[in-house]
């Protein structure tokens, strides 16, 4: 009796935290006081879980907004005064950060945690990077920075006078470091998956990655403000940490930025649409050594960098990028080259960041994640691994397949599809499968070979992680393919991969409370989590992914008819989202609308199949009354049907901090938050019909863009 009243007290003050406590968004349900009491399977406790799930929905909504003028308002009124990206001094607040951060507090906590019996070998030598990152305060970063340089050559800006320019040979020095550490300068080589041919591994000839990643960041005068704080960071980068004179470091950033800009210029629009093909030639070494000599040395950068002579086609990726290159490097000094090809060496082995004791184990955390995210990811599963949401996820998956499928069967929306073209699309949707990211089969341990991570020295961890990982992928080339994974990225955000046919989905996103648990209403569960995997079920048939088979391989399986009618279709979304505004910022007209194409589909989709299993409740049950009551929360006067569109909605409620919103419209391929919800509904005329939107209200526009 003693124990139920602990209980009852420690939930009773949870109920308290979860419904009064709002002001801390979506986080009060992903760090519950005990999260052991939430789990017993109690009346009690189940219908806490409602009543909270039912505060919090309450808590973003403005209903004082008129829904069929601003749907996004309305289900996300109140979402920014509780969660303001300003006063919480954050990037941005939303669902995804959220997931993050209770991924990251269980990530912490196992990192902190002396070696246990769950600890694998490779368990232990992640934990020792993140101790010897924590330790960096101790560590001489100009003397080990200058000893990694030395490797190379020799940097300019800290040699002055002394600096040997004939001794500089670019092309070797970059194909050198590219060999040693797989870091890319300006250009270089890397080995995976033929993206139009995935029974083999092939060389790429590719870009190096920019720090502000898209062109238009890089050219445009709205983001300016971005590039004068790059430059900044450089400037207190070779002052502050290579301890060179404040003139030179001025100088040498300005040189520095000045050069990348250039060198973006060569860059994709990536608010266009690109067919991969038309990105990726494939040619012999003699014939790219053609193209680019004698400015660009291509024989010497392959052979360096693969360590070998190579016989076999290469793929270039992007030729505008090279041909630009040849003409930048043609009027650049080759003191500055230098110095950006050194700066992009060592800029890779700094914690860039303030080495305070408070945000320092959070910073250490991003670094562990982004070279371990795999194995933390496989630590959580292994100690936090529910088989509930796994199954749940796993039935629902088989609800959005077979929906689909009745959809390319016999629906009349989806006439415009050849009935051949159909036939293969149903081939390729029963090929697709659908993945937890938990890493449980593969082989972490080969990814440790030859490293014995410690806890005195980042820097050397670091050396170690690079040269493994330089290592293997040139031993890809002789090996079949394998998954291509981008394990950080992976961590908190499903995705769809074409040359698998694969879906994956964190194990961030199964993580009970934030958007599942099995006694919230399926309207709930499938405007969330189904609509999601929606999502990237549609990816497959985007303006992208329907370049590719059931198989995975490139290839035009769709009819020409079809083929026009899609795209005069992806025209009605282009000039749709064109229209939008954001924070005073004309969104652009572009032929890139896989993620809008993606989220129209996914949701229509998610609601069809959640309409289905409903259907099929009421046909089943004894009780009509039980299964409205199931599907409803406690306190709110909204229907199952308009539950499923609010909490829909909800994915989306979010704040960006006022400075990082042209950095978001400039790199981000997806529309911002609010259009994605407002955009994907006024497109449905079955929202329409839950809210009595009249003909012609904003969210119930008499044109509306449909593809899926």
């Known amino acids: 009796m003693l124990r139920a009243l602990k209980a009852k007290h420690k939930t009773m003050k949870l109920l308290y935290i979860l419904i009064a406590g709002n002001v801390l968004s979506a986080l ?64 941005s607040t939303g669902l995804f950060e959220t997931l993050k951060n209770g991924l990251n507090r269980k990530i912490l906590k196992m990192l902190k945690t002396p070696h246990d019996t769950h600890d694998t070998p490779e368990d232990i030598q992640v934990k020792h990077f993140y101790e010897s990152c924590l330790g960096i305060k101790e560590l001489k970063f100009k003397e080990k920075l200058k000893r990694i340089i030395a490797e190379f050559g020799t940097m300019p800006m800290l040699e002055g006078s002394s600096w040997q320019e004939d001794d500089f040979d670019w092309v070797e020095t970059t194909a050198r470091i590219n060999h040693r550490y797989g870091i890319i300068g300006i250009i270089g080589v890397e080995v995976t998956t033929d993206m139009l041919n995935n029974q083999r591994n092939i060389i790429y000839v590719v870009r190096q990655e920019f720090q502000l990643e898209s062109r238009g960041m890089y050219l445009n005068n709205e983001t300016a403000f971005y590039r004068q704080n790059y430059k900044a960071g450089l400037q207190y980068f070779f002052e502050g940490i290579l301890e060179v004179e404040k003139e030179l470091a001025m100088k040498t950033a300005k040189e520095v930025l000045d050069f990348e800009v250039e060198l973006a210029n060569g860059l994709v629009d990536n608010k266009e649409h690109h067919d991969l093909k038309d990105q990726l030639e494939l040619l012999t ?73 408070t945000t320092l184990p959070k910073l250490c955390l991003t670094y562990t994640k982004k070279y ?32 689909f499928r009745e959809a390319l069967l016999s629906s009349p929306e989806l006439d415009w599809i050849e009935r051949s073209t159909r036939n293969l699309a149903i081939a390729k949707l029963e090929a697709m499968t659908l993945e937890l990211n938990n890493y449980s089969k593969e082989n972490l341990t080969e990814d440790f070979a030859d490293l014995n991570l410690q806890t005195t020295d980042y820097i050397e961890n670091l050396r170690q992680v690079f040269q493994l990982g330089a290592k293997q992928m040139r031993q890809l080339f002789r090996q079949p393919p394998k998954p291509i994974e981008e394990a950080e990225i992976l961590s908190y955000t499903p995705a769809n991969n074409p040359i698998e046919n694969t879906i994956k989905v964190p194990v961030a996103m199964l993580q009970p409370f934030y958007i599942w648990s099995d006694v919230y209403p399926n309207a ?118 308009q539950l499923f569109f609010i909490s829909f909605a909800q994915v989306w409620c979010n704040d960006v901090h006022p400075s990082l919103k ?21 497109n449905f005329k079955e929202f329409s019909k839950e809210f009595n939107c009249p003909a012609g209200s904003a969210m119930n526009p008499c044109e509306k863009c449909i593809l899926y």
């Open 28 to 91: 009060v349900l992903a760090a519950p006081t005990d999260e052991d009491a939430l789990n017993q399977d109690t009346p009690y406790i189940k219908e806490l879980l409602r009543q909270a799930k039912a505060a919090e929905i309450e808590s973003f909504l403005d209903q004082k907004t008129d829904p069929c003028k601003d749907f996004y308002a309305f289900s996300c009124g109140n979402y920014k005064r509780i969660n303001s990206a300003l006063n919480l001094q954050k990037d």
């Open 285 to 357: 070494v003699a014939d790219l050594r053609k193209r680019y000599a004698p400015t660009i040395d291509i024989e010497k950068l392959i052979f360096v960098s693969m360590g070998e002579e190579i016989s076999d086609q290469i793929y270039e990726f992007n030729r505008r990028y090279q041909q630009n290159v040849v003409e930048v490097i043609k009027r650049t000094p080759k003191r500055t080259v230098a110095n950006y090809i050194f700066y992009r060496l060592i800029w890779k082995f700094l914690v860039k960041s303030g080495k305070s004791s």
């Open 524 to 641: 709930v569960k499938f405007g969330t989590l189904a609509s999601l995997i929606g999502h990237e079920l549609i990816h497959g048939f985007d303006d992208r992914g329907r370049k590719f088979d059931d198989k995975g391989i490139s290839t035009d399986w769709w009819d020409e008819k079809s083929s026009s009618n899609f795209l005069k279709r992806r025209e009605c979304f282009t000039k749709q989202y064109g229209r939008y505004v954001y924070d005073g910022i004309q969104l652009k007209e572009s032929t890139a609308q896989s993620e809008n194409i993606a989220d129209n589909g996914g949701t229509r989709l998610a609601y069809a199949a959640y309409r289905k299993w409903f259907e099929s409740q009421i046909t089943n049950s004894s009780s009509v009354n039980q299964v409205l009551a199931k599907e409803t929360l406690p306190n709110l006067r909204y229907s199952a049907n």
């Open 662 to 682: 042209a950095l978001q419209v400039s790199t981000d391929e997806h529309t911002p938050a609010k259009y994605r919800v407002i955009g994907t509904l006024s």
């Open 372 to 403: 371990f995210a795999k194995n933390l990811d496989n630590m959580v599963y292994r100690r936090y691994k529910n088989e509930k949401s796994s199954r749940e996820m796993d039935n629902m998956w088989h609800q959005l397949k077979s929906t």
